[in-house]
């Protein structure tokens, strides 16, 4: 241990690594985060770079619970956009927007308890997930369609459905982003966002899904790193005593875990820094600290214990408080340990079948099941045009991506749409991208454009325009936000780019449903 903790309390020692929940580098536990879940430890986060294949993910569970038997270990896997189980191919499960177009609370729920069996199997019982933000502002950059959608209600109904499906697999519900991330325009992995509405209608929109969310029993509630001032003026909320402790715990009645959003992300690393951000946060109310998202070796760990440690020893931190917060996570460990303890332990070989990208069988198409049942009926298809009859040119128009979805995840149509029609050719186009260009690539091939909320980007709605233009039988799938008006001699809106929405999408363009 550091000079810092040197002379602690073991307790206080224990408590301070008990709220942490850091991350890592690699597919096999370092031997520095096995000796700190021997000290201590009782939450680790996993990442896309955690994970190669289902039976490697069982087994770094596995060995991460032989150092210690109720280890939490977390994920963020919305499905959707947002996948770690499944970065390098896109996810076999559409995101909140397809099943929150669809509004069928049995398949949202459906989903999610099939998202949590996989999870389950390889061992993770803590999802970071779902967001239950009202995407209120079609602009919003970093919420979009993570979102059930704009309708509080709507999205209230989803995310009680998506928790009672994941929790009854046994794997904590973590409903985000609170007290409500959907009213913004910045990312607050880049910048502190601020949300300037009164109080009426933060309670008419923002927090309708999270009184939901406490009523079905959310085991845990993310905060988000946002300002408000109607709630607390100098405060974001994950450091808002007023709004994690009086609002959340006090008027909304919530028992459960108070996990913060990623420490590192610039809102309250560039305003606060990460040390004593994490302070601020369990002083005002969070239970556990995200961090490992961006900072993930040895040294986060002990600089955010020895910070913890510090602030209860100069009485900035109430060592109750620490012991409280420590409390609840392991409260919550025990009821992940007890439903393992129900069914069967994940280990290499019971993963297997769970697959993190199921592969084809007999010609089929791949991500068959729930999740593409739920992708095919999320499409929404309008114009009067003839779907494909020979090979296309796919001409995927690609923004730049926000942190939380990452730029290693593929998407679009052109893979599934070259399976169900050989000889289809794809080109991707950034925002200095000429029209003339995509119509010399594309030479004689009908032309499909994929786009990516063509509302925020108008370069993209340019490219559009033009190619509509020189070409009108030109199909249109929109794998976004459906805000912009529907364009194309056929307009497909999946409602997100997961990789079943990609194959839902290439079927009705082939002409093949």
């Known amino acids: 241990m550091t000079t810092l903790v040197r002379g602690a309390s073991p307790t206080l020692v224990r408590d301070a690594l008990t709220v942490l929940q850091p991350g890592f580098t690699g597919t096999t536990p370092p031997d520095w985060l096995l000796r700190r879940i021997g000290e201590g430890l009782s939450s680790v986060g996993l990442f896309g770079r955690n994970i190669a294949s289902a039976g490697q993910l069982a087994a770094l569970t596995a060995r991460l619970r032989a150092e210690r038997e109720d280890v939490l270990v977390a994920i963020d896997e919305e499905g959707g956009d947002v996948t770690r189980l499944e970065a390098r191919t896109g996810s076999s499960f559409p995101g909140n927007l397809a099943l929150g177009t669809v509004d069928d609370t049995g398949l949202t729920r459906e989903v999610a308890a099939e998202l949590g069996r996989r999870l389950a199997a390889c061992g993770v019982d803590f999802n970071w997930a779902p967001s239950a933000d009202v995407n209120s502002d079609p602009a919003n950059p970093v919420i979009g369609v993570r979102s059930f959608g704009a309708d509080p209600r709507l999205a209230a109904r989803h995310t009680v459905a998506y928790i009672e499906g994941l929790q009854s697999v046994g794997v904590v519900a973590c409903t985000k982003h609170f007290p409500g991330h959907g009213d913004t325009n910045v990312d607050s992995h880049l910048a502190m966002p601020r949300i300037d509405v009164d109080l009426a209608t933060l309670h008419a929109r923002e927090l309708v899904p999270f009184r939901a969310a406490i009523e079905a029993g959310s085991k845990s509630v993310m905060s988000a790193h946002i300002l408000l001032p109607a709630l607390d003026p100098d405060r974001p909320a994950t450091l808002s005593p007023r709004i994690l402790t009086g609002l959340l715990r006090q008027e909304l009645g919530y028992e459960g875990l108070i996990v913060t959003d990623g420490m590192e992300m610039q809102a309250i690393a560039s305003t606060y820094g990460i040390e004593r951000g994490s302070v601020l946060a369990l002083a005002a109310g969070a239970d556990a600290i ?36 420590a ?68 001409a995927a128009f690609a923004p730049a991506t926000n942190i939380a979805v990452g730029d290693e995840t593929p998407w679009g149509v052109g893979t599934e749409l070259a399976r169900l029609m050989p000889g289809t050719l794809t080109g991707t186009y950034a925002s200095d991208a000429a029209v003339e260009r995509v119509l010399g690539d594309a030479g004689e091939r009908r032309i499909v454009a994929v786009v990516r909320d063509t509302h925020r980007h108008p370069w993209m709605a340019d490219a559009l325009d033009g190619l509509l233009a020189a070409r009108p039988d030109t199909v249109v799938v929109e794998m976004g936000v459906n805000q912009a008006p529907a364009r194309g001699a056929l307009h497909v809106a999946t409602h997100g780019a997961a990789r079943v929405c990609g194959i839902a999408a290439a079927e009705v363009v082939a002409g093949a449903v």
């Open 290 to 325: 995200c961090v490992g998202g961006g900072l993930a070796d040895e040294g986060i760990v002990l600089r955010l214990r020895d910070a913890l440690v510090d602030a209860v020893r100069t009485g900035e931190l109430p060592e109750e408080r620490l012991a409280d917060a």
């Open 327 to 394: 409390a609840r996570v392991r409260a919550l460990a025990s009821w992940t340990r007890a439903h393992r303890a129900g069914g069967a332990a994940a280990v290499p070989g019971a993963a297997s079948e769970a697959g993190l990208a199921p592969q084809p069988r007999g010609g089929a198409a791949p991500g068959t099941g729930i999740g593409l049942v739920a992708a095919r009926r999320a499409l929404r298809v309008t114009g009067a045009g003839e779907p494909l009859t020979a090979p296309a040119y796919v």
